[in-house]
């Protein structure tokens, strides 16, 4: 089916350890983005794609890396996680640049680090 | 920089009966979006209504609506008809022209109660 997919949906980490959260989508959207959810923050930006290997850091790029190398695919790797990491992990994509494209989210990526 | 407020961290409305969410933005840009996503408690962003900065009518979606005054810089959701399955986490967000990302308020809980 079409749409927007993360992996793992659940995750239980330890602090130091290496974590990769996959995003895949099949509309072909130019752009990606990933968020994570806090209480009391709403969703904030940690980092965005424009295009295959074209990234930008977002509010909150500290501790993660990004990488692009197929349109498709948006992997998020933390990569010594830590316990301030633990959150809701969202990754969004659009197909419009500029203020009328709405994103549209995958169901997100609970993490856990201990 | 742009940003949204959302000053109402929860609100109680009774079924049938209307309901105002409320939001206001910043922003420097003259052309920008503004969009409200629902979250429910499984979790999934559902996006709900679009208002660009040009439009000159209030942007309606069955029974959402949005109550725009520019000069103001609010976009109010309005929720006619309240439903039980319209008991969630409702986020306003703004999208500017020069960059890709959405910028997130912190979001407002709606109870419906019977």
């Known amino acids: 089916d079409a749409g927007i997919t993360q992996s793992p949906r659940y995750k239980i980490t330890e602090t130091g350890r290496q974590v990769t959260l996959m995003c895949h989508q099949t509309w072909s959207h130019s752009y990606m983005f990933w968020y994570r959810q806090d209480l009391g923050h709403g969703l904030r930006l940690i980092y965005y794609?424009?295009?295959?290997?074209?990234?930008d850091k977002g509010e909150v790029p500290d501790g993660y890396v990004v990488s692009r190398s197929k349109t498709e695919n948006f992997p998020l790797t933390l990569e010594s996680a830590t316990r301030s990491q633990t959150s809701v992990y969202f990754c969004a994509s659009s197909g419009r640049a500029g203020n009328t494209g709405e994103l549209f989210f995958g169901e997100g990526s609970r993490l856990t680090v201990l | 920089a742009q940003k949204i407020t959302q000053t109402q961290p929860g609100m109680f409305v009774q079924e049938k009966e209307a309901v105002t969410l409320d939001c206001t933005y910043d922003?420097?840009?003259?052309?920008?979006?503004l969009f409200w996503y629902k979250q429910p408690s499984s979790g999934e962003m559902i996006f709900l209504i679009y208002q660009g900065s040009y439009d000159q009518q209030n942007a309606t979606e069955g029974r959402y609506s949005l109550n725009f005054q520019k000069a103001r810089k609010s976009a109010n959701l309005v929720i006619s008809a309240s439903q039980l399955g319209d008991s969630a986490m409702y986020f306003c967000a703004m999208r500017g022209p020069g960059f890709q990302k959405l910028v997130f308020g912190t979001g407002t809980r709606l109870l419906v109660s019977p």
């Open positions: 922003t420097s840009d003259p052309s920008y979006g």
């Open positions: 794609s424009a295009a295959a290997d074209i990234t």
